[in-house]
């Protein structure tokens, strides 16, 4: 199983639990800020998306947001972002 994105390698990419995201935020030292600057949302989402699944404040991460962050932190396992 790759630790950072949560899957096992050559597997359809879900999306995260609320402590795989905190273990990749933890792995790269962004923070919650950072991470709602790069997906162009709020941070109380990030907040949300991050709290613990046993609480009323967790909500989850929409698979295309979790995308983006690992591809935006060049940490998505089947594709990289390039620059021409």
């Known amino acids: 199983m ?4 949560g899957h096992k390698d050559n597997q359809e990419l879900k999306a995260p ?4 995201l905190r273990n990749l935020m933890k792995e790269v030292r962004i923070t919650r ?3 709602a600057e790069l997906l162009h949302v709020n941070t109380n989402t990030v907040n949300a998306w991050a ?4 609480t009323s404040l967790h909500r989850p991460m929409p698979l295309m947001a979790w995308e983006l962050l690992l591809l935006k932190l060049n940490r ?4 990289r972002v390039f620059e021409l």
């Open 2 to 5: 790759n630790p950072v994105s």
């Open 33 to 35: 800020q950072e991470v």
């Open 17 to 20: 639990d609320a402590q795989t």
């Open 76 to 79: 998505h396992p089947s594709k």
């Open 51 to 54: 709290a613990a699944e046993n």
